[in-house]
């Protein structure tokens, strides 16, 4: 039983990697080019004397230190911060890879002692040097849901505040006072960068990389026109807000009726490695012809690749951008 559920996790995470591959490239592509035109906070361009106070944007070091220099270096180490900086995890990026490699070398391991097949320990080692990545991702994806889902509220509080008399800047920290994360430290950031001396315009650019989701985008515009054009932002708080809300209510409706399909991408994606398990349990014998001949592995490898696509074919089909 233990050789099928191996294959059936090793399934699991190639479907998984690919699908994050082709889901996040092109938006990946997209903020790389976005950070080449952005400019971050930059340091003093005459450097502090010792024991004097200064106010720059410290970086933190992991484990490696050296790695994280090399790392900033490259397109992959600044999406690999990007990344992590977006999910809001404290960590760093030498940390992920050292965690990477330990567990690469992990899974190749145990695929190795459990697994007699010639590219098997290589496969294991590619799943399990991709799950930190994959971890980190994930619960990007989870922030920015969150965040999503409390933006509404947030314009909200903005638009009272603004109604009520205050300064947009003054707005900005009382969101950044009342709301939770990860709205409330995302606006604590960008009131803070601008309350030291940026920008606001810089500020709130730099809100848009640190969140990057569509309606953030449109805030950021809509506040931006306002300030050179004029206009009723506490109205076009509330414009924005209720354009959320419906877009929301439109995407619940739409989860609803692609709920027949991605149930059956689900059930399509688990029916052979059950399959597999059950009739390892009945004729254990029949089954082991399947792992050890060269034809069987063929044949499984050939199975990956085709649920691969079809689970990926499913899940463009079902998905509708709102």
């Known amino acids: 039983m233990l050789v099928p559920l191996i294959v059936f996790f090793l399934g699991i995470g190639l479907v998984i990697g690919a699908y994050a591959l082709f889901t996040y490239l092109p938006g990946a592509m997209a903020r790389r080019e976005l950070d080449r035109r952005l400019r ?36 992959a180490g600044t999406w690999l911060s990007r990344v992590i900086e977006q999910s809001g995890i404290r960590t760093t990026a030498s940390a992920v890879l050292v965690l990477s490699v330990v567990a690469a070398a992990v899974a190749a391991l145990l695929t190795a002692m459990f697994v007699r097949f010639q590219y098997a320990p290589l496969l294991g080692a590619m799943l399990g040097g991709a799950l930190p990545i994959a971890f980190l991702i994930q619960r990007r994806a989870a922030r920015l849901k969150r965040f999503e889902e409390q933006f509404p509220e947030a314009l909200d509080l903005l638009s009272r505040a603004i109604r009520a008399g205050h300064a947009f800047q003054t707005a900005l920290g009382m969101v950044a006072d009342e709301l939770g994360a990860p709205v409330g430290p995302e606006f604590k950031k960008a009131f803070d960068q601008q309350n030291f001396g940026l920008p606001l315009r810089e500020a709130l650019h730099q809100l848009t990389v640190r969140v990057p989701i569509l309606d953030v985008r449109f805030f950021v515009t809509a506040v931006l026109i306002q300030r050179e054009t004029g206009g009723n932002l506490s109205e076009i708080l509330d414009n924005l807000a209720h354009v959320v809300r419906e877009r929301f209510k439109i995407l619940r409706q739409v989860r609803v009726h692609t709920a027949h399909g991605r149930f059956t991408g689900y059930v399509l994606l688990a029916l052979p490695a059950a399959l597999g398990v059950a009739l390892s349990i009945i004729n254990p014998a029949h089954m082991e012809t399947l792992f050890h001949e060269h034809m069987g592995q063929t044949m499984l490898l050939v199975a990956m690749v085709l649920q691969t696509v079809g689970y990926l074919w499913i899940r463009k089909v079902i998905r509708i951008e709102v």
Not at 63 to 75: E, G, N
């Open 40 to 75: 971050d906070v930059g340091t003093p361009i005459h450097p502090a004397a010792e024991g004097d106070s200064i106010i720059v944007k410290r970086t933190a070091e992991g484990p490696l230190p050296s790695l994280d220099r090399m790392a900033s270096k490259t397109s």
